[in-house]
């Protein structure tokens, strides 16, 4: 039984200590709402995050800005 939990703990250590973690800064604004701060092509964009929604919207100047494709 030792034996055993010394590999878990020797493997759970290794994973722990390699594992990627990311870090996504945030504010919530006076409406209660999650404001994401991301760099996109080295633009800093404040995104709304809303958990339900089913789409994503940009502005279609700043998606021309960022050389993404815009749906008419």
Not at 20 to 33: C, D, G, L, S
Not at 35 to 63: E, Q, R
């Amino acid at each position: 039984m030792k034996k055993i939990f010394a590999i878990y703990f020797i493997v759970f250590s290794f994973l722990e200590i390699t594992a990627q973690k990311a870090v996504i800064p945030f504010t919530i604004n006076e409406y209660n709402r999650i404001i994401l701060h991301y760099p996109i092509k080295n633009n800093m964009l404040n995104l709304v995050f809303d958990s339900g929604a089913t789409i994503n919207v940009l502005d279609s100047a700043l998606a021309r800005k960022l050389d993404f494709a815009v749906a008419n």
